[in-house]
């Protein structure tokens, strides 16, 4: 059964400063590695897929690395605002089936 | 409406009531899913339809039942729930089960 772990749970960073958010998994026969935002009692918005054949991906701000070797994703926010503040969360697609197996996600607060 | 809409986007229920929670999406996507969250828990994985068809059911209970009448529409039957049900109950849909998923805003359900 494939395991998401995601480190930190929580964390707050001046506005400005850089954000680093990792994710692990315990299988790497992975199909795709996908980061989400999630609101405060929100749904969740796709921030970057990364498939099992790729290094990384960027949009904006944002850019994620995957390591499928080793398990591994990083989502880095650079230059982090106060509007960044949300919970991410990475989910791993297995090959072979539908699933979606998630982290708990990192809990990032941004001060001004 | 664009994207990935579910209502209602609260619902209290007691443990007798039967309720159904209704989901559309507008994408033009053929796969359609069922997801739970609950606190301090990663998002649990209910159901899964593909072309109208359930191709997977995660060991959910009988009490709660899905239907999809057609690829744009995805409802959750819900009857004889218990307190431990409540969570946000998100949808998702995706073009193929391989593809990125596209979230809805959820409904929040509190079952006394």
């Known amino acids: 059964k494939q395991e998401v772990t995601q480190i930190p749970a929580a964390l707050s960073v001046p506005e400005g400063e850089n954000l680093v958010l990792n994710c692990s998994f315990t299988?790497?026969?992975?199909?795709?590695l996908q980061w989400f935002r999630q609101d405060p009692g929100k749904g969740l918005t796709s921030l970057l897929l990364?498939?099992?054949?790729?290094r990384e991906q960027t949009s904006g701000r944002l850019n994620a690395s995957l390591d499928k070797s080793s398990g591994r994703s990083t989502l880095y926010i650079a230059a982090s605002q106060p509007g960044d503040s949300a919970t991410y969360l990475c989910?791993?697609?297995?090959?072979?089936?539908?699933?979606?197996?998630f982290g708990k996600g990192n809990q990032v607060v941004v001060i001004p | 409406e664009t994207g990935v809409t579910q209502t209602p986007r609260h619902l209290v229920m007691g443990m007798t009531n039967k309720k159904s929670l209704k989901c559309e999406q507008h994408?033009?996507?053929?796969?359609m899913y069922w997801y739970k969250q609950s606190a301090k828990k990663p998002l649990e994985l209910m159901f899964v339809?593909?072309?109208?068809?359930?191709?997977e059911n995660n060991s959910v209970p009988s009490r709660f039942s899905p239907e999809c009448p057609n690829s744009s529409h995805l409802f959750l039957h819900l009857h004889t729930l218990q307190p431990e049900d409540s969570a946000l109950y998100l949808c998702?849909?995706?073009?193929?089960?391989?593809?990125?998923?596209?979230f809805g805003p959820g409904t929040r359900l509190t079952v006394t």
């Open positions: 998702a849909s995706s073009q193929g089960r391989s593809y990125e998923q596209y």
């Open positions: 299988d790497s026969a992975i199909y795709n």
């Open positions: 990364i498939q099992s054949s790729q």
């Open positions: 989910a791993v697609k297995a090959q072979g089936n539908n699933r979606l197996a």
């Open positions: 994408l033009g996507h053929n796969a």
């Open positions: 339809y593909s072309l109208e068809e359930r191709v």
